[in-house]
């Protein structure tokens, strides 16, 4: 499967670059890292099996969340925004080598703050199907 590098690849976009920088971790961002920045993880993924396993590609199905972490909520809302063109609505698409069936935003949380970090957040979901 492979859904680590497919995001990864998706997430590297000049809007979300200029945002961010390189402050883009999977898990968990490295200690002392300033903001904004942006965490993910995939929640999870599984094969999705056709009949015909052995004549056809086989896809997969992972749901990830994207974690903006901004000093404002403008900062979050605009992470979100950029987060959203690169992700929502991609159709049959290449990333990391694999062929993109769809990916979807399937949920938006609620908006948190964290008073010791001084920082806010609001966690994205998204459905990602590809063939691996």
């Known amino acids: 499967?492979?859904?680590?590098?497919i995001v990864a690849a998706m997430l590297n976009t000049s809007a979300?670059?200029?945002l961010v920088g390189n402050r883009k971790a999977m898990g968990q961002l490295p200690q002392n890292t300033t903001f904004p920045?942006?965490?993910?993880t995939i929640i999870d993924s599984s094969p999705q099996p056709h009949l015909n396993y052995a004549g056809e590609s086989q896809m997969a199905r992972?749901?990830?969340?994207?974690?903006p972490i901004g000093t404002t909520i403008a900062q979050v809302k605009s992470m979100l925004d950029a987060i959203r063109a690169a992700?929502?609505?991609?159709?049959?698409q290449t990333f990391a080598g694999k062929t993109?069936?769809?990916c979807r935003l399937e949920l938006l949380?609620?908006?948190e703050k964290d008073n010791d970090l001084g920082v806010w957040m609001q966690p994205v979901d998204y459905i990602?199907?590809?063939?691996?």
């Open 1 to 5: 499967m492979n859904p680590e590098l």
């Open 16 to 18: 979300i670059n200029a």
């Open 87 to 92: 992700m929502d609505f991609k159709l049959q």
């Open 37 to 40: 920045a942006i965490a993910y």
């Open 62 to 67: 992972a749901r990830i969340q994207i974690n």
């Open 128 to 132: 990602l199907m590809w063939y691996e």
């Open 100 to 102: 993109v069936v769809s």
């Open 109 to 111: 949380g609620p908006v």
